[in-house]
C-alpha cells in the first residue's frame, strides 16, 4: 500500500481508534500549553489528511504544506516542505509535522530542517513532531510496514542533537493500533526556541517547566524524558512517568 487514496482511507479510521485519539489530543493540548496565553498559529509540514487542523481544538490560525493534496481546504500550500521557500498567508509562532519528517526522512535530514526552520520563520516560538518506533525494533533505523511502506523510526539519542537555537523535550506513548500493531510506542518531540533567538517581536513561551508538570499529571501512560539546554550554562533533564511503564 503506497501513500495513496487507501492509504489515507485507513489512516483516516486509525485516526479514530480510541487510544490514537487520546493520545493524539493529550498531546496537542499539552502543545497548545507551550503558547499560553496566546493562541498556537501553526504551519503543518507534511500535513497528509490534516489530523492538526481537524482535531485540535485550540490553534488561531492553520496552513497545510504537503507535495500531495489530500485535503480540499483553503488552509493549504501544495508544496515540498522541506524548501522552506513558500510564502505563508500569517506569520507562524508555531509548527507541526505529524508522522512525516520524522518517518520519511534520515536522522540528519530532519534535525537540519528543524535548525532551518526556526532560522525561516523568526516568530515561531515552538514545534511538534511525531515519531514512533517498534518496541520488538527499537534497534533498527528503518522498518517495512504493511504495504511495503518503509519508515524511518525515532531512536537515536537526543543528546547527540543538541541545538543552540531551541531545547527539545520528549514523551513517548504506548500506541496499539489495529492498523500498526500493538507494540508501537509513538515519540512526540517538543522544541522550544531559546529565549535569545526569539525575533520579529515574540514572546518567550511557556517555561518547559510548566510542560514536564502537566505531563506528569496527565492521565495516559508515558515518560517524559529528556530536556537539554548545554547552551545556557547547565544541562537540564527533566523525567517523570505516570502509569504502566514505558
Not at 129 to 149: C, H, M, P
Not at 177 to 204: C, T, Y
Request: aromatic content about 16%.
Amino acid at each position: 500500500m503506497p501513500y495513496d487514496e487507501n492509504f489515507y482511507r485507513a489512516y483516516r479510521e486509525y485516526l479514530k481508534e480510541p487510544t490514537v485519539r487520546r493520545n493524539h489530543d493529550h498531546v496537542f493540548a499539552l502543545f497548545s500549553s507551550l503558547l499560553l496565553p496566546e493562541l498556537p498559529r501553526v504551519v503543518d509540514f507534511g500535513c497528509g489528511v490534516g489530523e492538526y487542523a481537524a482535531h485540535d481544538s485550540h490553534h488561531g490560525a492553520y496552513v497545510g504544506v504537503d507535495r500531495n493534496k489530500v485535503i480540499d481546504s483553503p488552509h493549504f500550500i501544495q508544496a515540498d516542505y522541506l524548501s522552506l521557500t513558500f510564502p505563508l498567508p500569517f506569520a507562524p509562532n508555531a509548527f507541526v509535522s505529524l508522522f512525516s519528517i520524522e518517518c520519511c526522512h534520515p536522522l540528519a535530514v530532519r534535525y537540519d530542517f528543524y535548525e532551518r526552520a526556526f532560522a525561516a520563520f523568526p516568530t515561531i516560538q515552538c514545534g511538534l513532531a511525531g515519531g514512533f518506533f517498534y518496541e520488538s525494533r527499537r534497534g533498527e533505523e528503518t522498518v517495512v510496514e504493511s504495504g511495503k511502506l518503509v519508515s524511518y523510526q525515532t531512536i537515536e539519542d537526543p543528546s547527540r542533537h543538541i541545538s543552540p537555537n531551541f531545547t527539545e523535550l520528549r514523551a513517548h506513548f504506548y500506541t496499539p493500533s489495529q492498523m500498526f500493531g500493538h507494540d508501537v510506542v509513538e515519540v512526540w518531540k517538543f522544541f522550544i526556541r531559546e529565549e535569545r533567538n526569539l525575533g520579529g517581536g515574540a514572546k518567550p513561551p511557556c517555561c518547559f517547566f510548566t510542560l514536564a508538570f502537566r505531563l506528569r499529571f496527565g492521565e495516559r501512560s508515558f515518560r517524559f524524558l529528556v530536556a537539554h539546554n548545554w547552551h545556557s550554562g547547565r544541562r537540564r533533564t527533566c523525567s517523570s512517568r505516570t502509569g504502566a511503564s514505558g
